[in-house]
């Protein structure tokens, strides 16, 4: 896979050209013989003097050592974009809650918004949930992570009781599933495949991007990787 590079230059340049106007009146240092240019946006009367550009990805192709492999990347991005919904709601209920809380100042209030909420969540994603697949179910556990830096296990014994979680994981692991699994795209290949799957979905507008809590870079992670297979086949 090629990696990421960040685009910007002469043609974003003049792509955003001609929504602005240059000064006519160009301020001149004497004893230089070029002038200072300031910019104008259209619809503001601040002068800038620079232009920033957002960061633009371009996405390498895709390339497998082989059909099988082509297969288990188009599943996996299936899953990844069927869930990510799911984990990004959760993020942003998990946020809402702790600002709701810190405004509330006795434990016992603290204690029945927390079920309220709790309450509100399950019913709000039980049923969907029941329809997922066991490798969907811990996908959905890994985003979970990334989204939140907090495992669904420390959710649920947060939200709950640590008892609770405790069974919560039992009753999941009889199905394969983990609820203490975290995500590390730095260290294990099918997390940075997740990684790679959103970050192309964000870029076409496919999801809404919702940035990850934990300290990565995806471009790194992208040369990264690339080295490594690159390597594996020398």
């Known amino acids: 896979m090629r990696s990421t590079i960040f685009l910007v230059g002469f043609l974003v340049f003049q792509a955003i050209g001609f929504s602005q106007?240059?000064?006519?009146?160009?301020?001149?240092?004497?004893?230089?013989?070029?002038?200072?240019y300031y910019v104008r946006f259209e619809g503001d009367s601040i002068l800038h003097s620079s232009i920033e550009l957002e960061e633009v990805y371009l996405f390498g192709r895709l390339e497998f050592a082989n059909r099988d492999e082509r297969i288990r990347y188009l599943i996996?991005?299936?899953k990844t974009l069927k869930v990510y919904p799911y984990a990004k709601l959760a993020a942003e209920r998990l946020v809402e809650l702790n600002d709701s809380l810190k405004h509330i100042k006795k434990r016992r209030h603290q204690?029945?918004?927390?079920?309220?909420?709790?309450?509100?969540?399950?019913?709000?994603?039980?049923?969907?949930?029941?329809?997922?697949?066991?490798?969907?179910?811990?996908?959905?556990?890994?985003?979970?992570?990334?989204q939140t830096g907090t495992t669904a296990f420390?959710?649920?014994?947060?939200?709950?009781?640590?008892?609770r979680a405790f069974w919560y994981n039992t009753?999941?692991?009889?199905?394969?599933?983990?609820?203490?699994?975290?995500?590390?795209?730095?260290?294990?290949?099918?997390d940075y495949l997740i990684e790679d799957i959103l970050q192309r979905a964000f870029a076409a507008n496919r999801l809404e991007r919702q940035e990850s809590v934990l300290d990565y870079d995806y471009a790194q992670l992208s040369n990264k990787w690339k080295n490594a297979s690159s390597e594996s086949k020398n």
């Open 21 to 36: 106007e240059i000064e006519n009146d160009s301020v001149v240092n004497p004893n230089d013989s070029i002038a200072d």
């Open 171 to 190: 009753t999941a692991s009889l199905f394969k599933i983990s609820l203490k699994e975290e995500f590390h795209p730095e260290s294990i290949h099918e």
């Open 76 to 78: 996996l991005k299936r």
């Open 111 to 146: 204690r029945k918004y927390t079920k309220k909420v709790q309450k509100f969540i399950e019913e709000e994603f039980s049923e969907e949930l029941k329809k997922l697949t066991r490798t969907e179910g811990q996908i959905l556990v890994k985003l979970i992570y990334r």
């Open 154 to 163: 420390d959710l649920v014994k947060e939200l709950r009781s640590g008892w």
